[in-house]
T-cell receptor, first 107, second 117 residues
């Protein structure tokens, strides 16, 4: 069965520090993975998808099939990065979301 | 484009009443998805609809829950005879086409927070 696990409910870092939000998945096929973000008082929105291999707002995420992970990284966190982050796996009509990690970037 | 609209934003019902949640997709989008988020949990897929068709309802509870997306008007998620365990945030998302094949982005509404007393 498909499952997405985000082990950290809350991650606090100082501004300028590196940040890594962990995401592990269980899926037998070739996964399609996404990161969604929800800023305070805003809607959930797409941050990036692994097939695009893009960097958005300085964030990157690499799919590691061996470790079944899709961790989200940024070398230098900014205060405006504070938000809820959700990892999601897509499989035939459905997205499976993790429980989310709240990132708090302190000044 | 106003984005995905959901109403009401907050809904309070007593046990046994019916709850109706509405979702208007973005202009030009014909595919709608409903999710439920229980406290401290992630979003859980409920149902995927196209205009006048239910494509995938594998995430819907077998009883009391139903969804529709008529040719005209918003998509409706209906919960009959609500119980306390139905209290949650319900999110709707839309896309211009099905995400079948992958890579598609879903655009989310602000959610409806249902409280059952």
């Amino acid at each position: 069965a498909q499952r997405v696990t985000q082990p950290e409910k809350l991650l606090s870092v100082f501004k300028g520090a590196p940040v890594e939000l962990k995401c592990n998945y269980s899926y037998s096929g070739s996964p399609e993975l996404f990161w969604y973000v929800q800023y305070s008082r805003q809607r959930l929105q797409l941050l990036l998808r692994h097939i695009s291999r893009e960097s958005i707002k300085g964030f990157t995420a690499d799919l590691n099939k061996g470790e079944t992970s899709f961790h989200l990284k940024k070398p230098f966190a900014q205060e405006e990065d504070s938000a809820m982050y959700y990892c999601a796996l897509y499989n035939f009509n459905k997205f499976y979301f993790g429980s989310g990690t709240k990132l708090n970037v302190k000044p | 484009n106003a984005g995905v609209m959901q109403n009401p934003r907050h809904l309070v019902r007593r046990r046994g009443q019916e709850a109706r949640l509405r979702c208007s997709p973005m202009k030009g989008h014909s595919h709608v998805y409903w999710y439920r988020q229980l406290p401290e949990e992630g979003l859980k897929f409920m149902v995927y609809l196209q205009k006048e068709n239910i494509i995938d309802e594998s995430g819907m509870p077998k009883e009391r829950f139903s969804a529709e997306f008529p040719k005209e008007g918003p998509s409706i998620l209906r919960i009959q005879q609500v119980v306390r365990g139905d209290s949650a945030a319900y999110f709707c998302a839309s896309s211009p086409a099905g995400t079948s094949g992958g890579g598609g982005e879903q655009f989310f509404g602000p959610g409806t927070r249902l409280t059952v007393l």
